[in-house]
Every structure is written in structure tokens, then in C-alpha cells.
């Protein structure tokens, strides 16, 4: 099994995804998609980006490497009408069954950013978007102490097995010099790549310890993160490290949570 794929699977990112509409939402607004565009949407999960770029009538397909992910999105899809809106299993990394030049838009949001070989993903985004397209992703900092996730993560890789030799970190697509170095390897010069910092609100009417609880039973790295400190009798401090981490972030005044983390909005003229 691909380690990549399992990791995906494991959990059940359905969960978070449902703490993250409001923002996904506002998001696809920003980008000002009209009917007739294309859009490819890649690591799109259960369709946080997906489903309201659909609504705006825009057709929109959803690749992303975890079946149980695909199939809760096209049940949304179904539920919610939306027959422009389909879901497809498939790897960022290789995208052997799409067209070249085939999207007017390729969307990511801290999707394609997870999958193993970042240079092959810039190739396959710009293979299959048009020339006169638009590559937009959504990707965690690293070392920013507002890139919630990016801490989240930090944090529980303390707690982990070291990762494979030749693994390479997600969040280096949050640095400018990769994300340039790679893009230029895909053959998109410097001037037309642009970067901006973002934010991203976690939201829900719970507190921050039950973000942390979902985390921690859906979400395939924590899992593996307390499965590791569970070994070694270290899932207590683990779990301290997390909480602190989601009370510290938390802006809400009312006993839930808002957690407005920061990300790298990269936009790439293709
Ligand atoms: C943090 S989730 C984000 C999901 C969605 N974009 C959202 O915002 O709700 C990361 C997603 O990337 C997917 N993913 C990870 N590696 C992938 C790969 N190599 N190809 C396609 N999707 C991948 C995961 O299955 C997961 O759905």
C-alpha cells in the first residue's frame, strides 16, 4: 500500500473538513471564478473548495488520493445537486489520467502539498492546466508560530518515528525559494509566480479541546503522533503540548473555537 494513500485513509478528514467550510467558502470567493471555467481541485479532500466553487456554477473536478475522502465528496454532491461536481481517486504526484492542458484552473488548498514528490506535482499542475490558466495553492508555513497546522505538525513529528530517508517535509511549500525553485523546474518563470500570506479560520461551537480530540481520533499524522507517544508513555505530554498549542491560538470569547492560522497563498500564471 502507498504509505502516502494509508496516511490519508487512516483517519477520517471529514471531521476537520466540517471546521473549515466557512473559510473554504470565502476562499473560492476571493478568486473570482465564472461559468464556463474548469476547475481542478487536487488534494480536495471532501470538498471544502470544491463544493462552493460548484455552487457558483463553475464545473469542478475533485482528485485526491484517499477513496474514503472521494466517496464522501460525491455524496455531498449528490446530496447537495451539484451534478457539475464529481470526485476522482487519483495522486497528485501523477495525474496519468488527465488531459494536458486541460483546466482553466487548478486549485490546491493544503492538498497537493502532502503528496510525496513536490517536483512532480508542479509538473502535473502545469501539465494539465491551459496556457492563459491559473495554478492557486493553499499551503502551511513552517516556524510561523500563527500556521496553526504547521505547529500542530511540528509538534506531533516530536513525538513520531523519524520519517524515510528522502522524505521531504510538506511544509517546504511554504518557503519562497522551493516553491520558485520548484515551479521554475516546471518551466514557469519567477514573474509569474506571486506569494501572500493568508489566513484560514478553524471554527466551531466547541472549545479548543474538542478541535484537539478530533485531531487526535481523525487526522492521519496526530493519530500516528499518539499511537508513537502511546509507545513510549508520552501521550499525557502530547496531549498538553496540543491543547496549549489550540488555547493559545483560540480568538473565540464565547467557549468555542476560533483558530485563524496563517498560510502561503501561491498564485501561478501558467
Ligand atoms: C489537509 S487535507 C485537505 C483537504 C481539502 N483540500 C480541504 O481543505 O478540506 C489533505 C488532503 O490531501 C489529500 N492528499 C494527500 N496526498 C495526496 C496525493 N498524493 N494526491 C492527491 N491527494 C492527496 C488527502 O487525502 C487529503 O484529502
Given at each position: ?9 487512516k ?5 476537520i ?36 466553487r460548484?455552487q ?29 461536481l464529481?470526485?476522482?481517486e ?49 499551503n ?25 530517508e ?88 464565547n ?16
Open positions: 500500500m502507498n504509505p502516502n494513500k494509508a496516511l490519508w485513509e483517519g477520517d478528514f471529514t471531521a473538513a466540517a471546521m473549515m467550510r466557512e473559510s473554504g467558502a470565502a476562499l473560492v470567493k476571493s478568486l473570482g471564478l465564472t461559468p464556463p471555467a474548469r476547475v481542478r481541485d487536487l488534494g480536495c479532500g471532501d470538498g471544502t473548495t470544491a463544493v462552493p460548484a457558483l456554477g463553475v464545473d469542478v473536478v475533485g482528485i485526491d488520493i484517499a477513496q474514503n475522502l472521494i466517496a464522501a465528496g460525491n455524496a455531498r454532491a449528490a446530496q447537495l445537486g451539484l451534478r457539475q464529481t470526485f476522482q487519483g495522486d497528485a504526484c501523477n495525474l496519468h489520467t488527465v488531459d494536458n492542458r486541460s483546466f482553466d484552473f487548478t486549485l490546491t488548498v493544503f492538498g497537493a502539498m502532502f503528496a510525496p514528490k513536490p517536483h512532480d506535482v508542479a509538473k502535473e499542475m502545469v501539465r494539465v492546466t491551459k496556457p492563459g490558466g491559473r495554478i492557486v495553492m493553499g502551511w508555513i513552517p516556524n510561523d508560530p500563527t500556521s496553526f497546522v504547521s505547529q500542530l505538525l511540528k509538534i506531533s513529528s516530536t513525538y513520531s518515528p523519524p520519517p524515510p528522502g522524505f521531504v517535509s510538506p511544509m517546504t511549500w511554504g518557503v519562497e525559494s522551493h516553491i520558485v525553485e520548484r515551479f521554475g523546474q516546471a518551466g514557469v518563470p519567477r514573474e509569474k509566480i506571486s506569494m501572500v500570506k493568508d489566513t484560514f479560520t478553524f471554527s466551531s461551537p466547541k472549545p479548543p479541546t474538542h478541535l484537539i480530540d478530533v485531531f487526535r481520533q481523525f487526522y492521519g499524522p496526530t493519530m500516528n503522533a499518539y499511537d508513537a507517544a502511546q509507545k513510549n508513555g508520552k501521550v499525557d505530554e502530547l496531549h498538553r503540548q496540543l491543547v496549549d498549542l489550540a488555547n493559545a491560538q483560540n480568538k473565540a470569547t467557549g468555542g473555537t476560533a483558530i485563524t492560522a496563517t498560510f502561503m497563498r501561491v498564485t501561478v500564471d501558467v
